[in-house]
T-cell receptor
Framework: LAKTTQPISMDSYEGQEVNITCSHNNIATNDYITWYQQFPSQGPRFIIQGYKTKVTNEVASLFIPADRKSSTLSLPRVSLSDTAVYYCLVGDRSNTGKLIFGQGTTLQVKP | NAGVTQTPKFQVLKTGQSMTLQCAQDMNHNSMYWYRQDPGMGLRLIYYSASEGTTDKGEVPNGYNVSRLNKREFSLRLESAAPSQTSVYFC????????????FGPGTRLTVT
């Protein structure tokens, strides 16, 4: 499983776009990139998953450069309710086994 | 469709006591997981079950045992609780191959005194 590195914390203000970058230098050819969000006292919630280029859903966008050694989760126009911990995971989707969470990025959105 | 359910929600144990945390999912998922999360920390994988009938160790398996009772249920047992096992325990399930989308339960807050 590829090791991931994220910033420990980030601050933003309501209405701004937030970009959280995850480094995964040892990503393998079959690995996908997945992001989760966790609010206090709750289990993590799946946000988005991608393999290359750009993926967008109703919540976020995921940008993956050609070398795939990093990825960026983009949250458009954040609100106070987006204050949470965000986790980046990397692994082979065909593997039904281990899913290891890293330390995550604590995003604090201020009014 | 309840998703992933966990019981109990809260538990206080004395050192040396045993207990079993229960987890069930009604989504017909193949894989199930147990994580622990200490205050201010990330999630650590304790055990997982890739499919019914199989279980494997995660990052921090010492002091725990698991049972994949059937496709729906995956239990976690603490044989002799220690204060270091005070944590929030999350159960999760995943459909299987093709997706990393895990579905998490609400968690069990365990305190060992």
């Amino acid at each position: 499983l590829a090791k991931t590195t994220q910033p420990i914390s980030m601050d933003s203000y309501e209405g701004q776009e937030v970009n959280i970058t995850c480094s995964h230098n040892n990503i393998a050819t079959n690995d996908y990139i997945t992001w989760y969000q966790q609010f206090p006292s709750q289990g993590p919630r799946f946000i988005i998953q991608g393999y290359k280029t750009k993926v967008t859903n109703e919540v976020a966008s995921l940008f993956i450069p050609a070398d795939r050694k990093s990825s960026t989760l983009s949250l458009p126009r954040v609100s106070l309710s987006d204050t949470a911990v965000y986790y980046c995971l990397v692994g082979d989707r065909s593997n039904t086994g281990k899913l290891i969470f890293g330390q995550g990025t604590t995003l604090q959105v201020k009014p | 469709n309840a998703g992933v359910t966990q019981t109990p929600k809260f538990q206080v144990l004395k050192t040396g006591q045993s207990m079993t945390l229960q987890c069930a999912q009604d989504m017909n998922h193949n894989s199930m997981y147990w994580y622990r999360q200490d205050p201010g920390m990330g999630l650590r994988l304790i055990y997982y079950s890739a499919s019914e009938g199989t279980t494997d160790k995660g990052e921090v398996p010492n002091g725990y045992n698991v049972s994949r009772l059937n496709k729906r249920e995956f239990s976690l047992r603490l044989e002799s609780a220690a204060p270091s096992q005070t944590s929030v325990y999350f159960c999760a399930s995943r459909p299987g191959t093709g997706s990393y989308e895990q579905y998490f339960g609400p968690g069990t807050r365990l305190t060992v005194t």
